[in-house]
């Protein structure tokens, strides 16, 4: 059974960084590849960062220059770093998997997903 689960959430304040890591257990990157999204209270699921297996990378236009989305197959995680982080980043973050080609912007087109880490940003 696949599970994914993410680490790195916290508090901090405007403008300092996070990272988060998104691990995988019972599949290899075997996938299309994995992506980042987060939901704030009261709002819809957004996404945030995504990367394929090929290393092709998309970003949300909020988030881009700010937030760089990696992969290491060695350890089979696919990491976050968030810097210059806003107040309007705090969020829970989602970490998914997606089985095949498509949209990577779409949560529906996602197969697996994590329980989520929550990201505080204090102004």
């Known amino acids: 059974q696949v599970q994914m689960v993410e680490s790195g959430g916290g508090l901090v304040q405007a403008g300092g960084s996070l990272r988060l890591s998104c691990a995988i257990s019972?599949?290899?990157?075997?996938?299309?590849?994995r992506g980042w999204f987060r939901q704030a209270p009261g709002q819809d699921r957004e996404f945030v960062a995504a990367?394929?297996?090929?290393?092709?990378?998309y970003y949300a236009d909020s988030v881009k220059s700010r937030f760089t989305i990696s992969r290491d197959f060695v350890q089979s995680t696919v990491d976050l770093e968030m810097n210059d982080l806003k107040p309007e980043d705090t969020a829970v973050y989602y970490c998914a998997e997606k089985k095949s080609a498509g949209s990577y912007l779409t949560a529906r087109e996602y197969d697996y997903w994590g329980q989520g880490t929550q990201v505080t940003v204090s102004s």
């Open positions: 990367i394929t297996w090929s290393g092709m990378t």
């Open positions: 019972g599949r290899t990157f075997s996938g299309a590849g």
